[in-house]
């Protein structure tokens, strides 16, 4: 049984370029959250995708965008880079179900940018 | 911004000994989870309690929730060396159907031999 995968590892990007960061959820998972991970820091809730639309989405500006894909996959695009987005980007999938339950998280991609 | 703040922002410890961290949070919740992170990867879940549950237990993990104070504290007994890593709990919101969490700056343990 397949837990989370996220793809690639690592990036590194200039400012001002995009980016597009992949994850697949653990077999027979519904719902993909995405989380950003600044140095130091907890997690920060970027937004979340079921039925591939967006349901809940976190204080972050339009430059992240996101899409789930009907075998529930899902990409986080970031557009327009700063140095500030420099991240560990966390993918965590559930069931829509069991909303309130324990996430199941990725390995994670670690964005630098330059 | 942070949803919960972590109580001690670092801890070092013997193997062997008990590790003792708290979390405080904000808002209502539905439950709280506990999760651990090594060395910058993906984050592990622990444990969860909910807002109707006072104690719980899993293993070497005991985890309390004091709804009235609005906190948390994990204790890990027996510590090893492989417990080192960093702790963070996190609150699932009463007021969110989907579950999304909200999570502390977490609590840094380094277990010695």
């Known amino acids: 049984d397949a837990g989370v995968t996220q793809s690639p590892t690592h990036l590194i990007k200039t400012r001002g370029q995009q980016v597009t960061l992949r994850c697949s959820p653990k077999s027979g998972h519904d719902t993909v959250s995405w989380y950003q991970q600044a140095l130091g820091q907890g997690p920060q809730f970027i937004f979340q995708?079921?039925?591939?639309?967006?349901?809940q989405r976190g204080n972050f500006p339009d430059r992240f965008s996101g899409h789930q894909f009907p075998n529930y996959s899902s990409e986080l695009n970031v557009n327009a880079l700063l140095l500030g987005d420099s991240a560990l980007y966390l993918c965590?999938?559930?069931?829509?179900?069991?909303?309130?339950?324990?996430?199941?998280f990725g390995p994670g991609t670690r964005l630098t940018v330059l | 911004s942070q949803q919960g703040e972590e109580d001690p922002q670092a801890l070092s410890i013997q193997e062997g000994e008990n590790a003792t961290m708290n979390c405080s949070y904000k808002?209502?919740?539905?439950?709280l989870q506990w999760y651990r992170q090594n060395s910058g990867r993906g984050l592990v879940h622990l444990i969860l309690?909910?807002?109707?549950?006072r104690e719980k237990h899993s293993g070497r993990l005991r985890v309390t929730l004091d709804t009235s104070k609005k906190s948390s504290s994990l204790l890990i007994t027996a510590s090893r060396a492989a417990d080192t890593a960093s702790y963070f709990c996190a609150t699932d919101p009463s007021t969110d159907s989907w579950g999304k969490l909200q999570f502390g700056a977490g609590t840094q343990v380094v277990v010695t031999p």
């Open positions: 309690i909910r807002s109707n549950e």
């Open positions: 808002t209502s919740i539905n439950n």
């Open positions: 995708y079921y039925e591939e639309e967006e349901r």
């Open positions: 965590a999938s559930s069931l829509r179900e069991s909303s309130g339950g324990r996430k199941y």
